[in-house]
């Protein structure tokens, strides 16, 4: 029987219904595998929050199955997914508590420095959601230095929902917006349509237009 995790990575893979198909699959062969309990409620949870992301769950079953992986000891993986359909969800709220869960330094020792810097981003975008505009300010200060030192090296994912969120809030995201584009080549990281969006609203800003 094919290991659960790959099949789980191999759901990420898929959109639509073949994405929930292949992660209720998920959910049925963790009954059948090798591995402790904990192993099998921490995929369990991370497979169920990215249900409830496809909007096949609720965020509440979701919560429910992250606490069962805690409570075998295992914070980290099903937070982390969690987060990510909070914030699809529009339920920033959830997302600083899952991402509160995560050990530090969880990612990185594990040599995923990327999704520290999606954690980040994902922080970002819950205090932008709740118009905390200092933290979400000096988050993305940190988030555009550390793009700009390691991004390339450690093969940082685009930060396109953070720009594409600062693009909505503008004129107030301009500051956050300008420290992006002042870190990293938008032309490199994003697509042609969205740094072309960046560049006209910064351009536009800076011209003193709205």
């Keep these: 029987m094919a290991n659960p995790w790959v099949l789980f990575e191999e759901a990420l893979a898929e959109v639509g219904d073949k994405r929930r198909d292949c992660l209720q699959a998920v959910i049925e062969a ?15 949870a991370a497979a169920k929050a990215e249900l409830a992301r496809a909007g096949a769950l609720t965020l509440a079953e979701a919560c429910v199955a992250c606490a069962e992986a805690e409570s ?13 359909a909070a914030s699809a969800l529009g339920r920033p709220d959830i997302v600083l508590a899952r991402l509160a869960r995560i050990p530090p ?9 990327w999704r520290d810097a999606r954690c980040q981003e994902l ?20 988030l555009a230095a550390a793009y700009a030192l390691r991004g390339d ?17 503008m004129p107030r995201g301009f500051r ?32 003193g237009g709205t």
């Design 153 to 169: 090296a450690d093969d940082f994912a685009p930060p396109r929902d953070l720009v594409a969120k600062l693009l909505l809030d």
């Design 176 to 207: 956050s917006l300008a420290a992006l584009a002042a870190s990293l080549d938008l032309d490199s990281w994003l697509d042609p349509t969205l740094a072309g969006r960046v560049h006209a609203a910064l351009d536009r800003k800076t011209e």
């Design 105 to 113: 330094d969880f990612f990185r020792i594990r040599e995923l420095a």
């Design 30 to 44: 963790v009954s059948a595998c090798d591995g402790t309990e904990a192993d099998r409620a921490e995929l369990v």
């Design 123 to 142: 922080e970002a975008l819950a205090h932008l959601e709740l118009g905390d505009w200092a933290r979400t300010d000096l988050l993305v200060d940190e």
């Design 72 to 84: 075998f000891g295992r914070a980290g993986w099903s937070d982390y997914y969690l987060a990510e």
